[in-house]
């Protein structure tokens, strides 16, 4: 979780990661941090993030980030 969080800081260090559970629905991440997100997500983590993960859902929480992480890890 601390280099999920570190990662998230560097694209928008002026965001509250750990208290906010609408990252994407109240604006604070728009389509081009997702897209940076994405990119170091799977140079991070070894991973493949497909067009069918990217929906809010996945990205609204420090949370959903690191379930989707993890769910993508284990397959």
Do not use: H, W
Request: aromatic share 6%; glycine share 6%; net charge negative.
């Amino acid at each position: 979780m601390e280099s999920l969080l570190k990662i998230l800081a560097e694209i928008r260090p002026d965001v509250d990661f750990e208290g906010n559970q609408e990252l994407v629905d109240s604006g604070e991440l728009d389509s081009f941090d997702i897209v940076t997100l994405v990119g170091e997500l799977c140079d991070a983590y070894d991973i493949e993030i497909g067009a069918d993960d990217i929906v809010p859902e996945n990205f609204n929480s420090v949370e959903a980030i690191m379930a989707l992480v993890t769910r993508l890890q284990e397959d």
